[in-house]
């Protein structure tokens, strides 16, 4: 059980925002003896938090909501209040993210971003809504961070402009800073604590006191720089990852045509001394890797060359995912055709994993969950899928991993949860034949 550490402290903290970045960072701070509001629109989070129960899948996250909730130090509401100081954690989508959360990145076949639907941007509303909602409940003295990942210049050019309607002065009688999460999903409590971070203030008061707020959970070391460059620097962060994924890709695709195997390739070059490739997959998915870089074409287009093109690579893998899946599928049905009209006319397609990566229940902007979709609508397709951690809905046909392994003609692994890699390859490898599966993890050896 998580215990509530150290000496209650005298600040009132008010979190706007409940989701992934948000929660762990209200229950961190209510168990490290701050009084916490947390605030979320939606009233169905809510009332499960208030049963000291977290409405995302996250290790150890339960053990600290309901650590904090239980203490009286969480407390949440749909409504903002009055508090020292003010953490708005609320999500930045860019534009063409769908409302149900679902995968929108290959635009076209070819990738191009630039088609008819026009460029991403960022869609700053979630940010607006939250500096607006607090403004009438400003008062001297306090202090706004912002958490949510934001383009350049957005706490100078959009947040202090808001902020401002409240005629108190800006810095002086308000302080303000940025102080980008980093955590990854899937480790997010122990990142939370251990990983260094960025604290772009205002002016030097704004830096400072967030120092203070961050100190009191954070191991690793506190960085203090200005907004602009804080805002970019977690941009480069995920663009960085995105270019090094984007090579990855490359390479896979560049072995495929050779002939050879991309994750023998990486494995072996990355026994050099100074290379480090990351792996390839069926696509880059999550909110943050998928999204963010975005942010930094939108501040520099002529300039961010490399990074558009970085993410124009991860945003078409899908289609070349969904290209080699049908062939398989029609090697499958060719298969057949010796069943003569007695056969099936459909080949059955097992699709492992839909959510955006291993071990997470995530499943926005998800290229396994775009793939599956893809499949979904064609006719000759009977489209399975198994994930064990996706959330369940009515509308995916999803099976029981045994049960789809034995029914399936071509599978596709999109996904390296855990569960998959306990099953007994050899054996299937061994009675299907290698064709059977697609493995786009290079999970199998
Ligand atoms: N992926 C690959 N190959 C790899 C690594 C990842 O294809 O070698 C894919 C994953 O399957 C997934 C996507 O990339 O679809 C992103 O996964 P991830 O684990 O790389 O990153 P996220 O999105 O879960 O978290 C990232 C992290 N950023 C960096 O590592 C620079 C995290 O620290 C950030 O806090 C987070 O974005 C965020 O919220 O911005």
Redesign the pocket.
């Known amino acids: 059980m998580c215990k509530i550490e150290g000496n209650m402290r005298d600040e009132r903290i008010c979190v706007l925002g409940l989701g ?2 948000g929660l762990p960072t209200a229950s961190i701070l209510a168990t490290h003896g701050f009084k916490v509001f947390g605030v979320d629109k939606r009233k169905e989070i809510l009332e499960s938090l208030r049963c000291g129960k977290a409405h995302i899948k996250e290790p150890g996250l339960n053990t600290i909501v309901k650590a904090a909730v239980q203490s009286g130090r969480l407390v949440v509401n749909e409504k903002v209040c009055r508090a020292d100081v003010f953490i708005i954690c609320v999500p930045t989508p860019h534009n063409h993210v769908s409302p149900a959360g679902q995968f929108t990145g290959p635009l076209s076949r070819e990738g191009s971003p630039f088609n008819r639907r026009g460029k991403k941007t960022a869609d700053l509303s979630f940010v607006q809504q939250a500096a607006e909602s607090i403004v009438s409940y400003l008062r001297p003295g306090n202090l706004v961070i912002i958490e949510s ?1 934001v383009p350049p210049k957005t706490v100078e050019n959009i947040v202090m402009p808001i902020l401002a309607k409240s005629k108190l002065r800006i810095p002086g009688d308000i302080s303000i800073a940025h102080c ?7 480790n997010i409590l122990h ?1 939370l604590v251990s ?1 260094d971070r960025i604290i772009g203030g205002i002016d030097i008061e704004s830096c400072r006191r967030a120092e203070n707020i961050y100190a009191s959970f954070t191991r690793g070391e506190i960085y203090l720089t200005d907004c602009a460059t804080a805002e970019t620097i ?1 941009l480069v ?2 663009a ?3 270019v ?2 984007a090579f ?2 490359e390479i896979e695709a560049i072995c495929e045509h050779i002939g050879i195997n991309a994750w023998e390739v990486i494995r072996l070059a990355n026994r050099h001394p100074r290379v480090k ?14 999204v ?1 870089p975005w942010f930094l074409a939108q501040a520099a287009p002529a300039q961010a060359r490399l990074v558009k093109t970085a993410r124009t690579i ?1 945003d078409s ?1 899908p289609w070349r995912v969904i290209a080699k899946i049908t062939k398989s599928l029609a090697a499958a049905r060719r298969r057949r055709v010796p069943l003569g009209a007695a056969g099936k006319k459909k080949s059955a397609l097992l699709c492992l994993g839909i959510t ?3 071990n ?1 229940d ?1 499943i926005r ?4 969950l775009f793939i599956a979709r893809h499949f979904l609508k064609r006719k000759n397709v009977e489209l399975m899928i198994a994930d064990p951690h996706a959330p369940k809905s009515d509308d995916l046909p999803f099976v029981d991993l045994e049960q789809g392994l034995k029914k399936a003609d071509v599978i596709a692994l999109l ?1 390296n949860h855990r569960e998959f890699l306990q099953v007994n390859w050899k054996k299937i490898i061994s009675e299907k034949g290698h064709d059977f599966i697609l493995d786009f ?1 290079g999970a199998l050896k």
């Open positions: 992934y970045i990942t980008p999460e980093r955590v990854l999903p899937g990142e990983n977690k962060e995920n960085f990852r995105d090094n994924i990855a890709n490739i990351l792996q390839p997959g069926p696509g880059v998915g999550g909110h943050c890797i998928a963010d991860n893998k955006y990566k291993a997470v995530d902007e998800s290229p396994g996904v993890k």
